[in-house]
């Protein structure tokens, strides 16, 4: 079963413009984490932000937010003021816990395109 | 401060060969985890090592295989190339085994023909 669904393939948004990537998971684990990486095309997962299953409030790091909504299991990417760097692939994970490891599951990504 | 270093970043290897990718993590990362990411997808968990043992292993045959050295670095072994292991396969290193601290590095491309 997926647990990590992201449902839009790609996506455009005008330089200047706020944009939402949609993550939506599935775990029984109360405990857990999300995760979104930004992946340019030299390959180089970077870290954007971290929402922990207990966290109150909604992970924000400069213009990244995440709308965490956990009864829906969903852990929205919000890119406010997109610039022309911006443009690449962005990818949810979900970190899982094994008795001894913990790994990341990812999605299948959106392709971001900024525009002018 | 260097980040992770992957080695070669690029390499084609023809059926039926055998591939050693290599990992040197950040200084003071005692954990280091392999990651396959096929065109077009997410990237999928192979291992993850820490304090030179094998700390978890995700659905991938036997013909894959790591280690890692005294210093932390690591190498990820694969036996009998199959055009399917053609991908980028990308390295992170973090503190402990916790994900959250995790650095990824720009990965190994690897061509299989």
Known sequence: ?116 | DAGVTQSPTHLIKTRGQHVTLRCSPISGHKSVSWYQQVLGQGPQFIFQYYEKEERGRGNFPDRFSARQFPNYSSELNVNALLLGDSALYLCASSIGTDHYGYTFGSGTRLTVV
């Open chain 1, 1 to 116: 079963a997926q647990k990590i669904t992201q449902t839009q393939p790609g996506m455009f948004v005008q330089e200047k413009e706020a944009v939402t990537l949609d993550c939506t998971y599935d775990t029984s684990d109360p405990s857990y984490g999300l995760f979104w990486y930004k992946q340019p095309s030299s390959g180089e997962m970077i870290f954007l932000i971290y929402q922990g299953s207990y966290d109150q409030q909604n992970a924000t790091e400069g213009r990244y937010s995440l709308n965490f909504q956990k009864a829906r299991k969903s852990a929205n990417l919000v890119i406010s003021a997109s610039q022309l760097g911006d443009s690449a692939m962005y990818f949810c994970a979900m970190r899982e816990d094994f008795r001894t490891a913990s790994k990341l599951t990812f999605g299948t990504g959106t392709r971001l395109q900024v525009t002018l």
